[in-house]
């Protein structure tokens, strides 16, 4: 039933022009609101996230962040046109460290979050980066995840999933290519470390902080946002600064705390473009109440 859902979904959007598909997103994400969507998990968040604000910004800036979501969807389905079109190059701009994704032949592994338009930027990566991978998980049901994975691939974006062996990542990474990690989602606990998050332990991945300290190679945070004003998509990136202490256990949560905190400074700046619609503190170090969402 997702499935065909989805498809009739995008189906009938791709080929809005933009400012409709934009309009059309932000009026789904607000009607979202209205009926509830993930209300609780969202302002939890908010309070912990930024426990000082009143609760009428808290729900604003709710009510945006599920807007921002339905701007993704309903622009998800067109990219594969502005690809094709060229379109791209008006609508997605590398605005800071470009020289940063320059490939080289040791690879690079590039860390982001889910802010902005993800599924935008990550076609504008492509498009002006060579060598380019991003980071999937494979969905459960396989026909929504072929539908996802070929608009995707249609937009450019060459996709290497998260169960795919350990080699894949290390021949990506040989042959020069620039993996991308989203690296703020909840991890389940032999997955992840706990990590400072706005002020409070968050599983975190650790898969990238490994790939980067075994095999040496560079890793570095980007973020994007969007502006309503130009309704261009902004990406900005950045170097992570990281001196091994010899200690790899200790290293790889030093280094996934700094990428952490890169997340955090990025939603501070767009806190109305964050997905906080995930219960992102949901995994609890031992000892602690096993859910902060109840």
Not at 28 to 45: A, Q
Not at 209 to 235: M, R
Request: proline share 4%; no cysteine.
């Amino acid at each position: 039933m997702s499935y065909l859902l989805a498809k009739l979904f995008f189906s009938s959007v791709k080929n809005l022009p933009r400012d409709k598909s934009i309009k059309l997103g932000e009026q789904i994400g607000s009607l979202f609101w209205k009926l509830g969507y993930r209300k609780k998990v969202i302002i939890k968040n908010l309070d912990i996230a930024f426990p000082d604000k009143p609760l009428i910004w808290k729900h604003e800036t709710g009510k945006k962040s599920l807007e921002n979501i339905g701007r993704v969807l309903t622009e998800f389905p067109k990219i594969p046109y502005y690809v094709q079109s060229g379109e791209i190059e008006k609508i997605v701009e590398i605005k800071k460290g470009g020289e940063l994704l320059e490939p080289t032949k040791d690879g690079k592994i590039l860390v982001t979050a889910h802010i902005g338009n993800w599924e935008l930027a990550g076609a504008g990566l492509a498009y002006y980066v060579d060598e380019f991978l991003d980071l999937a998980y494979r969905m459960s049901n396989k026909k929504l995840n072929d539908l996802i994975t070929s608009i995707r691939k249609k937009a450019g974006i060459n996709v290497i999933f998260h169960d795919q062996p350990l080699k894949d990542f290390i021949k990506a990474l040989k042959e020069g290519k620039i993996i991308t990690f989203m690296v703020d989602q909840n991890a389940l606990r032999h997955r992840g470390v706990f990590v400072d998050f706005f002020g409070f332990p968050a599983s975190t991945v650790t898969f990238p902080a490994k790939l980067a300290l075994k095999y040496k190679k560079e890793i570095i945070f980007g973020y994007n946002y969007y502006d309503p004003l130009s309704k261009k998509i902004f990406i900005e990136v950045e170097k992570i600064d990281f001196k091994k202490t010899g200690n790899f256990e200790q290293d790889i949560k030093s280094l996934t705390q700094i990428y952490t905190k890169k997340v955090e400074n990025a939603v501070k700046k767009h806190p109305e473009q964050y997905f906080w619609v995930h219960k992102r503190w949901k995994t609890r170090p031992e000892g602690e109440p096993e859910n902060v969402y109840n």
